[in-house]
């Protein structure tokens, strides 16, 4: 009897392990999806804000920058919003393989895209514009080849706190936008 009441003693502790480490890769699981743009594989406008919210300063050298993809509207009306997200999901694959894993890229918004590259010297921002500018001009929505990918872009280097340089990035992003339109 003492021997059964052992084994069955083992047997729920066993049990209870295992619900437990289930329990807890099903809640790590739901806190990385919680900050994942589904569509896109990104990081979500939450964890944007998680950012936005975390204590600490961004050092001299970290640079911002906002994109906006231009004609999305134009795009989902004529042809409808399947090809609009597809717009949206290439973007975010070109902008994730234009710059290093350790750079952070996100879907701030419907179409707006925020990145932050720490240790990246001022005159090193324009490079890294233009390399993803250029890389958007000889892109082509997978789905829809006749689509062209056209961005605006803004963006700012050793600006504080994080907000203001979010806030200086998008304000440079839409004047570049209205350049654009001229």
Known sequence: GMILCALLIIGLSLFSSIQNRKLSNANSELSHTAFLDKHTGLP?????????????????????????????????????????????????????KAVPPTE???????????????????????????RIQEAVRQARVESHPEIRLSISVGGVCGVHPLREAIRQADDRMYQNKARNKE
């Open 44 to 96: 979500n406008k939450s964890k944007c804000e998680e950012l936005l919210n975390a204590p600490g300063e961004l050092d001299l050298s970290t640079a911002c920058v906002m994109f906006d993809l231009n004609n999305l509207k134009k795009v989902n009306d004529a042809m409808g919003h399947q090809a609009g997200d597809n717009m949206i999901r290439d973007f975010a694959q070109l902008l994730r």
């Open 104 to 130: 952070f890229a996100g879907r701030y918004g419907g179409d707006e895209f925020l990145l932050l590259m720490p240790q990246l010297r001022p005159e090193g921002l324009p490079l890294v514009m233009d």
